[in-house]
């Protein structure tokens, strides 16, 4: 499968921002995808990820309340919306996706074997 990331951009503090990580080659029904971030100088870290059903949806605490993540099974994309944006939510933004991730893995970037190239959000104060 492949991934394509894209809708990051440069926006303010309390801004909201919407990302879409459309895939082609499958379908995503099935499939869990995740969202990771990279700050510069900062390792991956995850974000939020939708389960194989779709039913279930994991954040990090860091953004627990202000993200959502949501499917659109016809257009075979999943979307991160992003609300009330922060100066440190600025990251470079990857989507992943596995087929053979169970719920207790969904955070471990190291699950998935299909990563889409990124897209970059910058949050100004």
């Known amino acids: 499968v492949q991934l394509q990331a894209s809708g990051g951009g440069v926006v303010q503090a309390g801004d909201a921002v919407r990302l879409s990580c459309a895939a082609s080659?499958?379908?995503?029904?099935?499939?869990?995808v995740g969202w990771f971030r990279q700050a510069p100088g900062k390792e991956r870290e995850f974000v939020a990820a939708?389960?194989?059903?779709?039913?279930?949806?994991v954040f990090s605490n860091s953004v627990k309340g202000r993200f959502t993540i949501s499917r659109d099974n016809p257009k075979n994309t999943v979307y991160l919306e992003m609300n009330s944006l922060k100066p440190e939510d600025t990251a470079v933004y990857y989507c992943?996706?596995?087929?053979?991730?169970?719920?207790?893995?969904?955070?471990?970037?190291?699950?998935?074997?299909?990563w889409g190239q990124g897209t970059q959000v910058t949050v100004s104060s």
């Open positions: 992943a996706a596995g087929a053979s991730i169970i719920s207790s893995s969904l955070s471990n970037k190291d699950a998935y074997a299909y």
């Open positions: 080659g499958r379908t995503l029904r099935g499939v869990a």
């Open positions: 939708s389960s194989r059903t779709g039913g279930g949806t």
